[in-house]
T-cell receptor, first 115, second 114 residues
């Protein structure tokens, strides 16, 4: 069964600095998607970034980028120029391609932004 | 464009009482999901609808949970009777195309069972 592991329950970063959130996953499949979701105190999950496993190029969305290491089954999120609004729970997630739409979430990392 | 709407935002009930959650997905989104998020955990899928049809309800505790999606739009998730362990946030999400895995989430309903 596929699993997603986030080993950092909480992290803190100074405003304007860069922080990296870690995620590892386990799968025997070769075609899949990986995601980072943000959940602020309002509880509404927001998709931050998505990576297709067949793409070697790391996905980037403005200040958010990923380091996708397929062989190592690692998928970390880098947030540059951290802002107070980045404070939230961040969930790493996995979905197998061409099967169904089931997304498997990790337990999350709570990110604190220090002013 | 309006997002996914859920109500109520909070609900406190005593155990053994029934409770219902309502979800209105984004207009045009045929796929609707219900997730349960326990404290300190990521969301876990309970049921997925394609239009009116429940296509994945393998994680739904069918002895006390039920769901419906009439006319392929709004959906209701019901628990009867509620147990202490049902305290969680219940999230609804919708998507336009399941192949993109782009799910849009509502704000959730926080259920507390006392």
């Amino acid at each position: 069964a596929q699993t997603v592991t986030q080993s950092q329950p909480e992290m803190s970063v100074q405003e304007a600095e860069t922080v990296t959130l870690s995620c590892t996953y386990d799968t025997s499949e070769s075609d899949y998607y990986l995601f980072w979701y943000k959940q602020p105190p309002s509880r509404q999950m927001i998709l931050v970034i998505r990576q297709e496993a067949y793409k070697q190029q790391n996905a980037t969305e403005n200040r958010f980028s990923v380091n996708f290491q397929k062989a190592a089954k690692s998928f970390s999120l880098k947030i540059s120029d951290s802002q107070l609004g980045d404070a939230a729970m961040y969930f790493c997630a996995y979905a197998e391609a061409n099967r169904d739409d089931k997304i498997i979430f990790g337990k999350g990392t709570r990110l604190h932004i220090l002013p | 464009e309006a997002g996914v709407v859920q109500s109520p935002r909070y609900k406190i009930i005593e155990k053994k009482q029934p409770v219902a959650f309502w979800c209105n997905p984004i207009s045009g989104h045929n796929t609707l999901y219900w997730y349960r998020q326990n404290l300190g955990q990521g969301p876990e899928l309970l049921i997925r609808y394609e239009n009116e049809e429940a296509v994945d309800d393998s994680q739904l505790p069918k002895d006390r949970f039920s769901a419906e999606r009439l006319k392929g739009v709004d959906s209701t998730l019901k628990i009867q009777p509620a147990e202490l362990g049902d305290s969680a946030v219940y999230l609804c999400a919708s998507s336009l195309d399941i192949r993109t895995y782009e799910q849009y989430f509502g704000p959730g309903t926080r259920l507390t069972v006392t």
